[in-house]
């Protein structure tokens, strides 16, 4: 039986390009692995106010043809446990990288206000619309690529978007 393609879902303000290095690594030790932009990301088209938790779970079970190995970044515990939630027979295993992992009753944003620090609080700029946040690129790559080589984090920084707040305010 084959070993299951890696499903890779980023986090905030990311797209799939996030991966590409994990891919070539992974495609490098014999593994498949691809990635999707969630609604609203990357390449997706999708309206900021349009996008909500419940659309990002059903983007990623349609991103799946098979059982895989779901591997959710950061923010994207939510909607990888949301997407194993629809379709649990597609999931070979849930890997949550750094990842949130789902509090009952508790939104991303309410479990986030539990910590006791806020590192990234100061490094966000919320839209005036209040439907999207972005990151500060002064702050970005102190908060998010503080420790990779000076080109790749300018490189990311530089693909950073929006990030619809909607998902990120529903338990």
């Known amino acids: 039986m084959p070993e299951p393609t890696f499903l890779l879902i980023h986090g905030s303000c990311h797209g799939a390009w996030c991966w590409d290095a994990l ?19 990357g390449a997706d088209a999708t309206p900021a106010h349009e996008v909500t938790l419940a659309l990002y779970a059903r983007a990623i079970v349609a991103a799946m043809d098979a059982p895989v ?52 609080i100061d490094a966000i700029t ?27 984090a300018a490189a990311a920084v530089a693909r950073l978007g929006a990030q619809p707040i909607a998902p990120q305010e529903t338990p």
């Not at 950061?74 to 750094?98: F, K, Q, W």
């Not at 970005?140 to 000076?150: F, N, Q, W």
């Open 23 to 41: 891919i070539a690594e992974l495609a490098a030790l014999g593994r498949q692995a691809r990635a999707i932009d969630l609604p609203s990301h």
């Open 69 to 120: 190995v779901l591997v959710g970044h950061s923010m994207a515990g939510y909607p990888i446990t949301a997407a194993a939630d629809l379709a649990p027979e597609r999931i070979a295993r849930l890997v949550y990288l750094c990842a949130y992992a789902p509090m009952p009753g508790l939104s991303l944003a309410q479990m986030r206000r539990l910590a006791t620090t806020q590192p990234l």
């Open 126 to 152: 919320v839209a005036s619309d209040r439907a999207t946040f972005r990151f500060d690129p002064a702050k970005a790559v102190d908060r998010l690529y503080h420790d990779v080589a000076p080109a790749i």
